[in-house]
């Protein structure tokens, strides 16, 4: 059995846009501009110790408010 550490991958869809600043906030993150909401698709490495509840702190503490999130499958 082959086993992929990857890490986990979620999707948060956050209100307003993301300025430059915040996007390098977060290096080598997918982040997409819809209408008023940025969408960013975000990978955790195994190594990091950031659970759910970490990240959407690490959003509020940047006065990001979090509209949305999902688990997704990482990218292979």
Do not use: K, N, W
């Amino acid at each position: 059995m082959i086993e992929h550490r990857c890490g986990t991958a979620y999707e948060f869809t956050v209100a307003g846009p993301m300025g430059p600043l915040l996007r390098a906030a977060f290096p080598g993150q997918r982040f997409a501009a819809i209408e008023a909401c940025t969408v960013i698709r975000m990978q955790v490495p195994p190594d990091r110790d950031l659970d759910l509840v970490d990240l959407v702190g690490l959003f509020e503490s940047a006065g990001v408010f979090v509209q949305d999130l999902y688990r997704v499958s990482p990218p292979a």
